[in-house]
């Protein structure tokens, strides 16, 4: 997007309980209640072309994707039985 970028930094902070991890908080679901971001970006560029370059890069973020949209998660197991001889 010819941007000149000097400095880019993301901070990314999320809320989630461990008791549910440790098995001693019930009721609450396993996975982050909240995940936050803030983008800190040097540049002279105008602000809507900032804001413009930053709103596109979100649209083809996977990882913002995977926080924003349910997921199919699929298990598959192998379990294999040692023989005794």
């Avoid at 309980?17 to 002279?44: K, M």
């Amino acid at each position: 997007m010819d941007i000149q970028i000097s400095g880019l930094e993301v901070e990314v902070q999320a809320d989630y309980d461990d008791g549910v991890l440790f098995g001693t908080v019930l009721n609450v679901p396993p996975g982050y209640l909240e995940v936050r971001y803030t983008v800190t970006i040097e540049s002279d560029a105008p602000e809507d072309k900032i804001m413009e370059m930053l709103d596109d890069a979100d649209k083809h973020s996977p990882y913002l994707d995977i926080f924003s949209r349910a997921q199919s998660c699929i298990r598959k197991v192998n379990i294999v039985a040692q023989k005794d001889y």
